[in-house]
């Protein structure tokens, strides 16, 4: 801290109206600057201590329910103390007198702050200033309280021969004190009392418009902090953790002692922080609230100690401003949950669209191949009844045969996933589907190093459904899984009850699928399987059937861990047959 430079006035007694007038001025000018309490107690105290050529300078100020009492001496040691001093206010706000202003010589400053001293006694003005000349003779004050006056001696200690006590006050409130001590006798005249008290009326202007100018600066400064919070969150193209970084990043400035503050959000267990954030000993916080949920909080500390600290230890407007933070954080936070969820929302509308659009595209197709194959078929038949045929062309009658009853499957396959089949729908034990399909597989699991899980709930409600659509469903899923497992693994096949469905979960431990493949499931002929393996209309078929049946298919799947299917039937009321 830079010690202030004082400098001595010329001879004690001998200022003029113009000296108060340029002094007066100088500390107008000065204040203008809006410099925290401490720094300007100090410069008023400087200036004062230069201009009054007294040895010390106290000086008292109001705010935030105490006072700031700071001392300043020509001692090279420690020229400036600075301290808080709370008071004690009744109901009506009015200072209450302290049974415990037992040092005479607070008691004495208490006495002038309240407006005590009976006014136009010896030592005191009309205005309730007190001035003494010789503090070693002890002296009698008629100090008025609950308008009962009473006399109180008064015996100082201490070096200080001179003294003149100034109390500062707007309106009949008291916002301060101003002290001048010398060690000089009989330092101050009439004349000059009366100039120092016209001074303290120019004091408490600049004292007051001092207060304004810091308050002012303040709310500039929450003012641009929320400015730039809310230009973070307006920023699409950031990521969430890029925004709490910015928001981390404006906190400090917007508080009294930016240097010194540091501040942390701590979110779902993640946490942002400015470079050297530590956990200070003057800590606030706020916790971010979203949806009703506890989801975390954010942080400003103060790494050291300092003397003007207000209400423990922040200011009243900074617990608001973080509050308005925690809170701008939870609307951050709900504002891009619902801009995703619309999001995702509208890429299902699409892909629904996409499918319906390809569904009814192959459904045109498929029919009109289904007659052309329906000849091929029907006359093929009939060319391989007629006797006398050589050999070789029966063999290449059967492949033709062959060839268009695959195609005929396939468009049989095109017409289900556009849902040109409509499901013949009956009571269907999906648990014994699933045991009845799993026969198949159970020798080439044993084969393949498939370890195979089943747990199928015990009272399962029949669902209404085309059982040979269904079984169809279930094939497709468990040859997916697998061929999704050529080194072996795990299947689980899960049949569950919920409210108003029934699910079908199968589970496997295979290669997984991309975010890339996933999107394409169910488009039909997408496979990533060599030709001969896969048509890429199993899983198609799979959403043609669901779908027609009013069910829902979920998908996940991670990469070399495996895939999880969910197939969710609408069941549509209680019925007798379980099992
Ligand atoms: P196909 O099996 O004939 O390729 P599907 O429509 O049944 O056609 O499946 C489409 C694609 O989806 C498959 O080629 C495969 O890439 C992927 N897939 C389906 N099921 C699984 C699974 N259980 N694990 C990994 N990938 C799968
Ligand atoms: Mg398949």
Redesign the pocket.
């Given at each position: 801290m830079k010690h202030p430079k004082i400098i001595q006035s010329k001879a004690p007694g001998s200022k003029s109206v113009k000296n108060f007038k340029a002094l007066s001025h100088k500390i107008l000018e000065y204040s203008n600057r809006g410099d925290l309490r401490t720094d300007f107690q100090r410069e008023i105290s400087k200036m004062l201590l230069g201009f009054s050529g007294c040895n010390a300078v106290e000086f008292w100020l109001k705010g935030h329910g105490k006072y700031f009492r700071s001392c300043m001496t020509r001692l090279s040691g420690k020229p400036f103390l600075f301290e808080t001093r709370p008071y004690p206010q009744n109901e009506h706000g009015e200072i209450v007198p302290q049974a415990n202003d037992d040092q005479t010589w607070i008691y004495l400053c208490h006495t002038v702050i309240h407006g005590r001293l009976t006014p136009s006694q010896p030592l005191v003005t009309k205005n309730g200033s007190f001035w003494t000349g010789n503090t070693k003779k002890p002296f009698f004050l008629r100090l008025t309280f609950d308008k009962k006056s009473h006399v109180r001696s008064f015996t100082l200690s201490g070096d200080t021969l001179s003294l003149l006590l100034l109390p500062l006050s707007v309106g009949r409130k008291n916002i301060g004190l101003l002290v001048l001590k010398s060690k000089l006798k009989s330092y101050f005249n009439k004349k000059e009392i009366s100039l120092y008290e016209d001074f303290s009326r120019y004091l408490e202007i600049v004292a007051t418009h001092h207060d304004t100018q810091v308050d002012l600066r303040e709310r500039i400064k929450e003012l641009s902090c929320l400015y730039h919070i809310a230009r973070l969150a307006a920023q699409p193209d950031l990521s969430m953790k890029e925004v709490l970084q910015g928001i981390v990043k404006v906190l400090p400035p917007a508080w009294l002692y930016p240097e010194i503050a540091h501040a942390r959000i701590l979110l779902n267990g993640d946490s942002f922080s400015t470079p050297h954030f530590q956990e200070g000993r003057d800590r606030q916080q706020a916790d971010i609230i979203v949806n009703g949920k506890h989801r975390g909080k954010v942080e400003v500390v103060y790494s050291e100690k300092r003397s003007e600290l207000d209400e423990g230890p922040f200011l009243q407007e900074e617990r608001a401003l973080l509050d308005t933070v925690a809170k701008e954080i939870a609307n951050i936070i709900t504002g891009r949950q619902a801009e995703r969820d619309k999001m995702n929302l509208e890429e299902q509308v699409r892909h629904a669209d996409r499918l319906a659009t390809i569904g009814q595209l192959a459904a045109g197709v498929a029919h009109e191949l289904n007659e052309p194959l329906g000849s091929i078929l029907g006359f093929s038949q009939l060319v391989k009844k007629c006797s006398g045929l050589p050999h070789r062309a029966e063999l290449d009658m059967e492949k033709i045969l062959n060839a268009s009853l695959h195609a005929r499957d396939i468009v049989k396959k095109l017409l289900i996933f556009a849902r040109q089949m409509p499901p013949q729908k009956m009571k269907v034990n999906l648990n014994r589907l699933v045991e009845e399909g799993l026969n198949f597989f159970k020798s080439r699991c044993a084969k393949e190093n498939i370890e195979l899980s089943c747990l199928l709930s015990p009272d399962l409600p029949e669902v209404d459904a085309d059982p040979s659509q269904l079984n169809q469903v279930v094939i497709?899923?468990i040859?997916?899984?697998l061929?999704?497992m050529p080194h072996g693994g795990r299947l689980k096949i899960q049949t569950l009850e919920e409210e108003n469905h029934v699910l079908l979960i199968i589970e496997?431990t295979?290669?997984?699928?991309s975010e890339e493949?996933l999107e394409?499931?169910?488009t039909p002929f997408?496979?990533?399987?060599e030709v001969g393996?896969?048509?890429?209309?199993?899983?198609?078929?799979?959403h043609g059937i669901i779908t027609s049946h009013g069910g829902s298919i979920k998908v996940e799947?991670k990469i070399s861990q495996?895939?999880r299917?969910e197939i969710q039937l609408p069941w549509t009321g209680p019925n007798e047959n379980r099992g």
């Open positions: 497709n899923l040859v997916n899984a061929q999704a496997d295979g290669v997984g699928m493949v394409k499931i169910f997408f496979t990533t399987k393996k896969g048509t890429g209309l199993g899983l198609p078929v799979v799947s495996g895939t299917f």
